[in-house]
């Protein structure tokens, strides 16, 4: 059975300052992980999918990794602003098949002025 | 629609009702999904369809929860005899096929009281 855990579960770093998020996952055998945003009672918004055959995938300030042996992946912030204050979700397709993702529980990140 | 769309935003219903949950997806995504998500929990998988049948129905908690997909492209999440155990956010997401990237809707806030 498939397995995300995320780690820090807060995190709060002042303005400008880069940071690491962390994901890691069970089993090994996925298609692809993805990387979602979370404001505080909407939906999720997606920011970046990585296939199993890339090793990151980049947009704008974000970076994204993947170690599909190691079952890890980072999500990196560059430049931190306010506006990214927001629960990081990292996701994964279950065993066998890419239709239904678990998730992890996320990251809470808050970016101080 | 340009995103995937859920209604209502917030419902509040008494213990014992019968409730409807409305899912349109991004025209033209074959494969749309049922989340449920609590509080400082990620999101959880309940059923997930391809098309207009449900092919994969695992994450359903129980008998008093049904999903519908008539036509292939809006969905309805029905939830019979309701519990205050049944309050959560219930996310839609929709992709062009199984294994490509996931879009989410705003979700929808149910409150059972």
């Known amino acids: 059975k498939q397995e995300v855990t995320q780690i820090p579960a807060a995190l709060s770093v002042p303005e400008g300052e880069n940071l690491v998020l962390n994901c890691s996952f069970t089993?090994?055998?996925?298609?692809?992980l993805q990387w979602f945003r979370q404001d505080p009672g909407k939906g999720l918004t997606s920011l970046l999918l990585?296939?199993?055959?890339?090793r990151e995938q980049t947009s704008g300030r974000l970076n994204a990794s993947l170690d599909k042996s190691s079952g890890r992946s980072t999500l990196y912030i560059a430049a931190s602003q306010p506006g990214d204050s927001a629960t990081y979700l990292c996701?994964?397709?279950?065993?066998?098949?890419?239709?239904?993702?678990?998730f992890g529980k996320g990251t809470k990140l808050t970016v101080n002025p | 629609g340009a995103g995937v769309s859920q209604t209502p935003s917030n419902k509040v219903t008494e213990k014992g009702k019968y409730v409807e949950l409305r899912c349109d997806p991004i025209?033209?995504?074959?494969?749309l999904y049922w989340y449920r998500q609590s509080l400082g929990q990620g999101p959880e998988f309940l059923i997930y369809?391809?098309?207009?049948?449900?092919?994969?129905d695992s994450g359903l908690p129980n008998d008093r929860f049904f999903a519908v997909r008539p036509e292939g492209s809006v969905s309805t999440l029905k939830i019979q005899r309701t519990e205050r155990g049944d309050s959560a956010v219930y996310l839609c997401?929709?992709?062009?096929?199984?294994?490509?990237?996931?879009?989410f809707g705003q979700g929808t806030r149910l409150t059972v009281v």
């Open positions: 997401a929709s992709s062009l096929a199984g294994d490509t990237e996931a879009f």
């Open positions: 089993d090994s055998a996925i298609y692809n």
């Open positions: 990585i296939q199993s055959s890339q």
């Open positions: 996701a994964v397709p279950t065993q066998g098949g890419s239709e239904k993702l678990v």
């Open positions: 025209s033209g995504h074959t494969a």
């Open positions: 369809f391809q098309g207009t049948g449900a092919a994969d």
